[in-house]
């Protein structure tokens, strides 16, 4: 097949002075922080294929980071185009946690690390807390795993071992998880699997106690290229450090002010320190945001700037001054989300919008429900990132956990799963699995090998297990044998049948009658698709997969070929650009988050939050907050976000009133008068004395017009300050 071969002209065209000295600056540090939308992500890309167009390096000689799996592939298509598959093909492009991956089945042999070891994504890694909890006689419900986990893995970011974590102690939570730390750790090592922290801290090792290997990977990665800079955590920074120690052939690029993941010790430093560490290195600016329309950018310029942590930077694009900003407040989280779908419906009705032109955002995974509610009922497909992902469906976890068994028996964690969850395991009980566990504690072996040895295949002392249990396991532990064989001569897919069939996973999904099994079934074989994707891989295939299995974050789910409209937190939004933006739930508590409040620090990080999320839209952005909205069951009053005051006016259009319910009897509204209902709302004044239901007694303090309606301020005796819509509130006036 003939290739078409651009030249480094090509790679040069559309793109301006300072993105052209950007691409073209080859040798040595180049720092290149510039705001959302102006490129950095396409300078990063254009510049990998002009030092291979240009000569200056081999694709083999590159090494690309990226944020996400899919930042990753979006990156190796766009150089397909730029440079011919073949030569995108030899390229390295991947996030840190794959890269390390690669790095460490290779050479992590150097310090003890079985090349066969398995990835603990995020709900092993809770697994594995919980069981350490359940082995210390701690009880997950009262101690979250949540909490402990998130402890644990900046302990191990900040090359915490235990020993040094338990040394300084000073509270009884910390305490808690100063006795989990060390039986998390044993598990993993046990099941020999590495969890996310893992993957770069023991790269990190390898390339300190063994520097031979290190130089092999400097010789061989001249040039690196990292994309989000300003979100590289510490290790991430002494990583990138260390691979480009020996040609200092490094481009970062990022934006302080797009920096949203502190709570995962991102540390912002490292970009501010950059030209610290690199005194000699080329600064570029670029200025121009390519994205927005005028209106976005200004709005969002003037956000920014009331951070005082950030470097004094205008943004301004030369793009056309667009739609106004389009706020507005709703009743409640279901109007809300009633609005958003209504809107949708009218832009895609007039025919130049599609679905998949259009995000739907917020804080928290919580508010995507009701968005979703909306959004079924109004007929318009959507796809959510980050909730339940495909990933995290049981049967998929099932028979994913039944191929780790394959690819690694010493896999505990993945064999209690497929002998608790699949036929395989039918009438071994909880019973026998402590025994089990106990035994592999006892003896530090990993579980199967109990099971070998009951099986009589192994000569360690078996387990106290007999009778029934015992001829069950031996049994299971025979199928999963001829599974093993089976994979060293079997393609991925024909596997998965055999894997299917033989744990009778197969006839529990597909001869079941009822529709949520079927849909599990269909599952199931989606995911089939996928392995069959590798049957061209040849060895280590299903290694291959595994590993990208365990790697998929949130934003990977994102599937740019279907219709559907997006629906996704802000922080999994990073780097993404969409013609329509709705911002929902700008609201206090939400953004900023209640947890934020507290710290200047935090409150910053939420503003940037925002930040990012305005910088998304390209045509046109919707911000929508609501008068009160249900949190922790309960309906609370709700107040504007902060963050909305700083949008200069002239920018927004607020609409003709308050958004309006839409009253339909498709869906029944209660007490949703409207607010310009307000004939039954009596005439107001500061000092009234007032009576509402819930809150009792109370003296108004404050009225303000808003719109059609008034909000009213008032001191309750009994529950304190609280702002109401007086068309709503139901106020007696004394
Ligand atoms: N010189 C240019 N001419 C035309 N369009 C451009 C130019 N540079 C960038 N763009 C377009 O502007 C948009 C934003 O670019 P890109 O995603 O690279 O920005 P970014 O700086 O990485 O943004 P973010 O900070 O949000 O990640 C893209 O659609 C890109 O194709
Ligand atoms: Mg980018």
């Not at 290149?32 to 992500?41: L, N, Y």
């Not at 398995?118 to 701690?138: N, P, S």
Request: aromatic share 8%; proline share 5%; charged share 25%.
């Amino acid at each position: 097949m003939v290739q078409r071969q651009p030249g480094k002209r090509d790679i040069l065209t559309g793109l301006n002075e300072e993105q052209v000295r950007a691409v073209t600056t080859v040798a040595g540090p180049v720092l290149i922080v510039a705001g959302p939308g102006s490129g950095k992500t396409r300078v990063l890309t254009h510049r990998v294929g002009y030092l291979i167009e240009a000569g200056y390096a081999s694709p083999w000689h590159i090494l690309a980071v990226t944020f996400t799996n899919k930042a990753a592939r979006e990156m190796r298509t766009r150089l397909e185009a730029l440079i011919g598959l073949e030569q995108a093909q030899r390229l390295t492009v991947g996030t840190f946690h794959a890269t390390c991956a690669r790095i460490l089945r290779r050479d992590g042999g150097r310090i003890g690390i079985d090349p066969r070891f398995t990835i603990y994504d995020d709900a092993d890694q809770l697994e594995a807390v919980r069981q350490a909890l359940k082995a210390l006689g701690l009880d997950p419900k009262q101690f979250s795993p949540r909490s402990i986990l998130s402890r644990i893995s900046a302990a191990k970011s900040q090359f915490q071992s235990p020993q040094q974590f338990a040394e300084q102690v000073q509270s009884y939570w910390d305490e808690v998880v100063s006795r989990v730390y060390p039986r998390y750790e044993e598990i993993l090592r046990r099941n020999q699997a590495l969890d996310f922290e893992d993957l770069l801290t023991e790269t990190l090792r390898l390339f300190h106690e063994h520097p031979d290997v290190l130089a092999r990977y400097q010789d061989w990665y001249r040039y690196v290229l990292v994309d989000e800079y300003q979100d590289t955590n510490r290790v991430q920074y002494l990583l990138v450090r260390s691979i480009s120690g020996a040609h200092r052939n490094l481009c970062v690029v990022g934006d302080p002010d797009q920096s949203i993941y502190g709570w995962r010790q991102a540390d912002i430093r490292n970009i501010l320190d950059f030209k610290r560490d690199y005194p000699d290195a080329t600064e570029i600016h670029l200025e121009l945001n390519y994205r927005s329309t005028r209106s976005i950018v200004e709005a969002a310029d003037a956000v920014i700037r009331a951070n005082r942590l950030r470097i004094e930077r205008r943004l301004r694009t030369e793009n056309p001054r667009g739609e106004p900003i389009r706020l507005r407040e709703c009743y409640d989280e279901g109007h809300e989300a009633q609005f958003v779908a209504s809107e949708i419906r009218r832009l895609t009705l007039r025919g130049d919008l599609r679905y998949r032109d259009i995000a739907v955002m917020y804080r928290t995974n919580a508010q995507s429900r009701p968005l979703e509610e909306a959004l079924i009922r109004a007929d318009i497909p959507y796809q959510l990132i980050g909730g339940l992902r495909f990933y995290e469906r049981k049967e998929i976890k099932d028979a994913l956990a039944l191929l780790r068994v394959i690819a690694n028996p010493n896999d505990s964690v993945s064999l209690q799963r497929v002998l608790a969850n699949t036929p395989l395991g039918a009438g071994i009980g909880d019973r026998t699995w402590q025994e089990l566990e106990r035994w592999a504690a006892l003896t530090r072996q990993p579980v199967a090998r109990g099971i070998a040895a009951l099986a009589g295949q192994s000569d360690v002392a078996p387990p106290q297990i007999s009778g029934r249990p015992a001829r069950l396991l031996a049994e299971a532990w025979g199928t999963l044998q001829q599974l093993w064989e089976a994979s060293e001569r079997l393609l991925p897919s024909e596997l998965f049948d055999l894997a299917l069939e033989r744990s009778g996973l197969a006839q529990l999904y597909h001869d079941a009658g009822d529709p949520e099994q079927i849909e599990r079934w269909e599952n199931l074989l989606q995911l089939r698709s996928v392995l069959a994707s590798y049957d061209s891989v040849g060895d280590g295939a299903l290694r291959a997969f595994l590993e990208e299995s365990a790697l998929v974050t949130d934003a990977d789910t994102l599937d740019d070929a279907s219709d559907q409209v997006t629906l996704i937190t802000l922080h999994a939004a990073k780097g993404l650009e969409f013609p329509v933006v709705f911002l929902t739930g700008v609201e206090e508590g939400l953004l900023p988050h209640a947890r934020s409040l507290e710290s200047e620090a935090q409150l910053e990080e939420e503003r940037r939050l925002f930040y990012v999320g305005m910088t998304r839209a390209r045509q046109r952005l919707y911000i929508t907050y609501t008068f009160r909205r249900a949190r922790f069951g309960a309906a609370d009053l709700s107040v504007r976000s902060r963050f909305v005051d700083d949008i200069p006016v002239h920018l927004i259009d607020r609409g003709d009133g308050p958004a309006r319910p839409d009253t339909s009897p498709a869906r029944p509204v209660d007490r949703r008068t409207t607010p310009s209902d307000g004939a039954s709302s009596p005439p107001l004044a500061v000092g009234m004395r007032v009576f509402h239901a819930r809150f009792g007694d109370g003296v108004v303090a404050e009225v303000r017009p808003v719109q059609s309606d008034q909000e009213v301020v008032v001191d309750f005796k009994r529950h304190g300050r609280k702002t109401l819509l007086a068309s709503l509130a139901n106020l007696t006036v004394d």
